[in-house]
C-alpha cells in the first residue's frame, strides 16, 4: 500500500469519525433551543441529525418519547411565518417512530396516534393540487385541504403516501409503496395504488384475506 492510499484510509477514518460524533451532538432532544420552537417536544423525545426541512415547527406538536430519523422534513405549511387556521396542525403521538427520509407536511390537520411505527420515505399530507380546469396551471389552481389521521399502533411501510382526507384506523398495516386515500377501518392490511383492504382481523382473532392479493 502506497503512502498516499495509506494517508487516504487515515483521513477517511478520521472524517467519519468527525462526522459520526456531530451527528451525534447536533441530536435535538427535548432540552435543546430548538425544541421549545415547537408547540411542545415531549420528554425523551429525539430529532437525529442531520435534520430536514423544518418549517413553523411552533404549530407542531411531539409526544414523549418520539424517535424521529435523519433527513425527516416536518412542516406546518409550506412558507416560513405561514398562518396556521387550526395549531397544533401537526401532532405526532408518544413512542412514534418516524423513519429517515419522510415528510410530514400539514397545512390544517395531520394527527399521528401513538407507537405508530413510520417507515423510510414515506409523504403524509392533508393538502393537494386540483386539476379541474384543464386550462389552468395546475400550480394555479385552489388546491385541496382535508384533515388526515393515523390510527395508534399502526405501521406504514416505506414509501407509503398519504393523501388529504384519510383516516387510517388502529393497528392498522399499509404495505410497502401503498398510495393510501379514503377512511378505513383498525385492524386491516392494506396495500396497493390506490390502497385497498387486502386483510381484516376477524372477531375470533385470525386474518382474513379481503379479495385479491
Known amino acids: 500500500m502506497t503512502l498516499r492510499l495509506r494517508f487516504r484510509h487515515w483521513l477517511g477514518a478520521q472524517v467519519r469519525r468527525s462526522r459520526a460524533y456531530l451527528n451525534e451532538v447536533a441530536v435535538i432532544g427535548h432540552e435543546d433551543r430548538?425544541?421549545?420552537?415547537?408547540?411542545?417536544?415531549?420528554?425523551?423525545?429525539?430529532?437525529?441529525?442531520?435534520?430536514g426541512i423544518m418549517y413553523n415547527t411552533e404549530h407542531i406538536r411531539v409526544g414523549n418519547g418520539v424517535l424521529i430519523g435523519p433527513n425527516v422534513s416536518l412542516s406546518a405549511g409550506i412558507t416560513v411565518g405561514q398562518e396556521m387556521i387550526e395549531s397544533p396542525a401537526v401532532k405526532i403521538g408518544s413512542r412514534t417512530v418516524v423513519g429517515r427520509g419522510t415528510h410530514i407536511v400539514g397545512h390544517w390537520d395531520i394527527e399521528i396516534g401513538e407507537?405508530?411505527?413510520i417507515g423510510p420515505n414515506v409523504y403524509i399530507t392533508d393538502q393537494n393540487h386540483t386539476y379541474e380546469n384543464p386550462n389552468t396551471p395546475i400550480a394555479a389552481q385552489?388546491?385541496?385541504e382535508a384533515a388526515v389521521s393515523i390510527g395508534s399502533g399502526s405501521w406504514l411501510a416505506t414509501n407509503v403516501v398519504i393523501l388529504p382526507g384519510t383516516r387510517i384506523g388502529e393497528n392498522t398495516v399499509v404495505a410497502a409503496g401503498a398510495v393510501v386515500r379514503g377512511e378505513f377501518p383498525s385492524h386491516v392490511v392494506l396495500?396497493?395504488?390506490?390502497?385497498?383492504?387486502?386483510?381484516a382481523r376477524t372477531g375470533t382473532g385470525t386474518w382474513q384475506k379481503v379479495?385479491?392479493?
Open 142 to 144: 385552489p388546491g385541496i
Open 115 to 117: 407507537d405508530v411505527l
Open 191 to 199: 396495500a396497493g395504488v390506490p390502497a385497498r383492504i387486502v386483510k
Open 34 to 51: 430548538e425544541a421549545r420552537g415547537f408547540y411542545s417536544f415531549g420528554q425523551g423525545s429525539a430529532i437525529m441529525a442531520p435534520q
Open 211 to 213: 379479495g385479491k392479493e
